[in-house]
């Protein structure tokens, strides 16, 4: 989520941004364990049992920080992995946590040895904190940071795609997430490449670091990370927290106190788990970055490609026209922009139809089918805002072609969509082993939201066109 400015941002009343032992020292009441009142998410999972491994977690990073990070939140366990719970009754407005900088992990605490050798510009901060990761681990109870490093998930508990076998990652070979898992672990790899002067340089303390373990550290941070105008950084108890697509809560980072935030943006009672949104995400990126899905994400959007193919006699001129008049950068969910044959459709919101306009735009520019008709696009953008094709053109019967033919296009990739999933039913089948069973629902959540979206596209393009034929008929009389 890291480059990607997810968990990363926010938006807010502060900075605006963008993840053992066993004597009960714990912060945490007894009588929470009579009085646990699920409810909403945690109910829904059936949850919370009190992480011992965790115990002594919160008093050790509180002693760390010299200050109070939190009164109201224990750790504890759900069906998320460690979370973090109301110990006390959590009212909306409430400030749950505070975690100073001085308890954050960033790229700025690498042992100077091997800043030195990481300043390469190709190297990027995921990766220099995955190697801060790398060598307190290594460093084991010597570590500063053992405790923490001690409570981060391992191999069996990661589900990123960057993780899932070929056989696994061909479920989703519809979906962008396909290529963008094949990209991910491509710069991972150059990453790895690029450290491995530093892994030489140091074996005492490296020795042994395989790609895997790299790519574990690497998704430590994608999945943990935010990044806030300080840059990018690993915020230890905060990172406890689980993800919950509607809500309100974000990190929130104080520049002049040093710290960053929790303000609760609902009331919790004891016992519930506490959610914060790392940002709103489609499950692709969830997916991709944090190795999870939403059943159902009203984020989800679907990114296509479509080009101008090269048999077009006329194809040279209309790459010249696109050029000569670039729509606005498309982004996606996270903020990363897309190419210029990349667009992204969204779940609709309100009277929104989810197309972008730049696509509806690349359609007509695609559907033209002579040079006279390309000028008269460069011409009208000319009179408006300079902008190609932004409004309906003036020819219904064009118009008409540019939206049928994007609305094929569209239903094509829903009878692929519609064919993954069915191939994925039953999703739980007795004889498969669990992490295949959980991976396959993930990539079943994943389809079945793009699909969603696609559908809904496809009804308004649908529509859409009958309007345009009903005017056509009409001018026909
Ligand atoms: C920032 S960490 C949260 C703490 C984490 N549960 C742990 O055990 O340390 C993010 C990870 O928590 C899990 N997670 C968070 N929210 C989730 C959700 N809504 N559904 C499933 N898994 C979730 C995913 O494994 C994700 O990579």
Redesign the pocket.
Known sequence: MISRTP?LQGGSRLSKHW?SPSTPLFNFPHRLLIIFKFSSLSQAKGLNSLDEECDEFLPWLEQKAGAKISSVLSIGK??????LFASEIIRTGDCILKVPYSVQIAPGNLLPKIKALLSDKKIGTVSKLAMILLVEQKRGQDSEWDHYIS???QHG???STIFWSEYELDLICQSSVYQETVDQKVTIEKDFAAVMPALEQFPELFESITLKDFMRAYFLVT??AWESTKGLSLIPFT??????GVSNSIVLFDEDKKLSEVIADRNYSPGEEVLISYGKFPNATLLLD???T?PYNIHDQVKIHMNIPYHDILREMKLELLQQHPSPTTKDAIGFSCSEDTFIIKSPKGKGKGLPQSLRAFARVLCCTSPQELSDLAMEAAQTDGRLARRPLKDSRREFQAHQMLLSHITHLMQQHDAAIKLLAPVNFPSMCDTFAHRRQMAHDLLTGELRVLKSASTWLKNYCAVLQSTIHCQNL
Not at 78 to 83: E, Q
């Open positions: 968990m993840r759900s069906a998320y992995g460690r979370s409570c981060l998930p508990y990661i589900h999945s943990r990172d406890f927290m689980n993800h919950d944090f190795g999870f939403l």
